[in-house]
């Protein structure tokens, strides 16, 4: 339809523009006055955006603006004064002891804060935001702690990992899988898990433990005690509290007895620093439920084959 044939709605006396979908006619509305004026205003203001500021890419750059200003440069220099300022913190921790950090207000909330952001970046996928742990993942929040829980047991077990190839690691101690790899067939893993049922305290079938006695002393005492109570110091686990890694339940612990699950922890002293490796030890300990006597005077131990704590 051409300007000048343009029909004009009835009802409202406006023109249309010539569209129609499904009976509906688009009427030719000038565009709102305030719409029109941002419209032109951001026009505007790209131009002197791109007078004053980085914007119009080129062959072989782009455009710098009269501010000169640079992104990349305001990174840079809030990456060197941060590396400064850490710089500092970094000396202090160095020549500090954990229990020094501890003792000193500022150097501690130093420390807690880089603690915090490397627990966040490389730990709290496995133990949790909050350190809560999970199934197979050991809670750092509570008293319950193998191979100790005090600020230097701590800070070695981060430095040298649990089961993870390092001279020194934790974990010497290793669960046997007794039905994989067929040390015990179905009947006897059966009872023993009624054993251990029996040990934390937990209704359990008579019978079975009786069979099971034997094939207990056999196979067990060596790593648990007679009583079950476990070696903190060695990374075992006390089998008569209500602390699991793995489960509680008469079928998490068969799995466990039939599996031998045994975790691993990375060896984080190749991948930190010292002083960051002080710092999460004693963000570590600060939100722990604490046990720091666990080495010296073994305590209820974590779960069953646990990774370690």
């Not at 009976?23 to 790209?46: H, M, Q, S």
Request: charge should be negative; aromatic fraction near 8%.
């Amino acid at each position: 339809m051409s300007d000048r044939n343009r029909e004009t709605d009835e009802h409202s006396g406006v023109e249309t523009t010539g569209h129609e979908w499904d009976g509906i006619k688009e009427l030719d509305n000038p565009l709102p006055r305030w719409w029109l004026w941002v419209w032109y205003g951001t026009i505007a203001w790209a131009f002197v955006y791109w007078v004053f500021m980085p914007a119009w890419p080129g062959i072989t750059g782009y455009t710098k603006g009269i501010r000169g200003q640079s992104d990349r440069a305001e990174v840079s220099q809030e990456l060197a004064a941060l590396k400064a300022q850490r710089g500092a913190g970094e000396v202090k921790l160095q020549a500090a002891s954990l229990q020094q950090i501890e003792q000193d207000p500022e150097l501690q909330a130093y420390a807690l804060q880089v603690g915090q952001s490397v627990f966040g970046d490389n730990c709290a996928t496995c133990h949790g935001a909050g350190g809560a742990g999970a199934k197979g993942y050991p809670n750092l929040r509570d008293d319950v702690w193998l191979w100790g829980g005090s600020l230097d047991d701590i800070r070695h077990t981060i430095d040298v990992g649990v089961r993870a190839g390092h001279p020194q690691t934790r974990g010497e101690t290793v669960m046997p899988a007794f039905g994989r790899d067929q040390m015990l067939d179905e009947p006897k893993v059966a009872d023993l898990t009624e054993y251990v049922m029996a040990l934390s305290g937990r209704k359990a079938d008579p019978a079975a433990v009786e069979r099971a006695r034997q094939t207990y002393v056999d196979q067990c005492v060596a790593c648990h005690g007679p009583a079950g109570a476990g070696d903190a110091v060695r990374g075992v686990p006390n089998l008569t509290d209500a602390e699991w890694l793995y489960g509680s339940d008469r079928k998490a612990i068969h799995d466990q007895i039939w599996n031998g699950r045994n975790g691993v922890m990375p060896t984080w002293g190749g991948r930190f620093s010292a002083e960051t490796i002080k710092a999460l030890a004693v963000y570590i300990h600060a939100n722990a439920g604490g046990a720091d006597d666990v080495a010296e005077a073994p305590r209820p131990q974590a779960s069953a084959g646990g990774a370690g704590r």
